[in-house]
């Protein structure tokens, strides 16, 4: 073979094998985004990998060569969501100081979830199924209510020194406290409709803001 035909070879190589890397990536994705899409209406044992298959249009041999096992696929997704929730945090607080547009940024972060068709939160889901998912998506998920608690603990701490948040207690109960009555009324939407969650919302809000 000619020099020439060599380069022409090689390249056509290279390209080829970029293009399926980059397809790898781009189905590993999709089955990503699939599958964090069924689990939050549906609950991470009510789906299964043909599900998967079927709305991507491929073969569930296509799932098993990225996600082996469902566990694999599980914790992935988990450990997906604890990474954009540290990102969306760090966002959050380089462009806002005041603790009480922080806790609402936490309120909107729930409410956009009745945009999307009545999903769960993804960590509210996976909290009904605790008992139910594997080991290695239980630590995720404990790691994932730690991370936003402790997030929220410090707003609240914040909001209260600064006179931004009023509340009774230690501020580890009160983030327990809104973390638990938004997972649960996300529940209640669902079955009621959404404006019993704002209903819940504005009561929070009137709860917590000061007195002006």
Not at 34 to 49: I, V
Not at 81 to 91: G, N, T
Not at 101 to 118: G, I
Request: charged content about 25%; aromatic content about 8%; overall charge negative.
């Amino acid at each position: 073979m000619s020099t020439k035909a060599a380069e022409v070879a090689r390249a056509t190589t290279e390209k080829t094998s970029a293009r399926t890397k980059r397809g790898g990536r781009n189905t590993r994705g999709a089955i990503l985004d699939a599958a964090e899409e069924l689990l939050q209406r549906r609950g991470y044992n009510a789906f299964s990998y043909h599900h998967i298959a079927v709305q991507l249009g491929i073969r569930n041999a296509a799932i098993h060569y990225h996600f082996p096992a469902k566990e694999d696929l599980g914790i992935e997704l988990v450990s997906r969501f604890r990474l954009r929730l540290a990102e969306w945090i760090e966002a959050l607080e380089e462009r806002e100081s005041d603790p009480w547009q922080l806790l609402n940024a936490y309120f909107e972060f729930y409410l956009d979830f009745l945009d999307e068709d009545r999903k769960i939160c993804f960590s509210g889901m996976l909290g009904a199924e605790f008992q139910a998912i594997p080991d290695g998506m239980r630590e995720e998920t404990r790691q994932t209510m730690e991370q936003i608690l402790h997030w929220l603990v410090s707003v609240l701490e914040r909001g209260r020194e600064a006179g931004r948040i009023q509340f009774s207690g230690p501020a580890e109960a009160k983030a327990v406290h809104l973390g638990a009555s938004l997972q649960g009324g996300l529940q209640v939407a669902r079955v009621a409709g959404p404006e019993r969650f704002h209903q819940l919302i504005e009561q929070l809000r009137l709860e917590l803001q000061p007195a002006s």
